[in-house]
């Protein structure tokens, strides 16, 4: 199954799984599995970095090439596909960066589940 993580869920499988519900770790955990990140959620953690709005144990860059060794985790790409995809979405509320993940989920071939583990929803 591909697995697209949200930034929160990101960062909780990097800091603070327990965080995390049983069911979504086991399915990080297995190996069948491919995480994703999308490039979009990078983007959002290095502005709050830049505003002092996030406070990271060690550079950015490092923690994702952590993440990339240890649990596999591979980079979506926002594509202008991606982009446009929004016109079809419902309208919403939810915010600039959160619109782009989801028209990502539903129009990569990569990304079949978009998997928000930070609402615990398994």
Request: charged share 15%.
């Amino acid at each position: 199954m591909n697995v697209l993580l949200d930034t929160q869920a990101f960062l909780w499988l990097n800091s603070a799984q327990a965080k995390i519900s049983a069911s979504a770790r086991q399915i990080c955990s297995d190996a069948n599995n491919i995480l994703w990140l999308s490039v979009v959620s990078v983007w959002e953690m290095q502005i709050k970095i830049a505003l002092g709005k996030m406070r990271l144990r060690c550079p950015l860059a490092e923690l994702i090439a952590g993440q990339q060794k240890t649990n596999g985790i591979q980079i979506l790409p926002l594509n202008l596909p991606h982009a446009m995809e929004l016109q079809n979405l419902p309208p919403h509320r939810v915010g600039f960066r959160s619109s782009l993940v989801k028209s990502q989920s539903s129009t990569s071939d990569e990304c079949t589940q978009q998997m928000r583990l930070a609402l615990q929803t398994f």
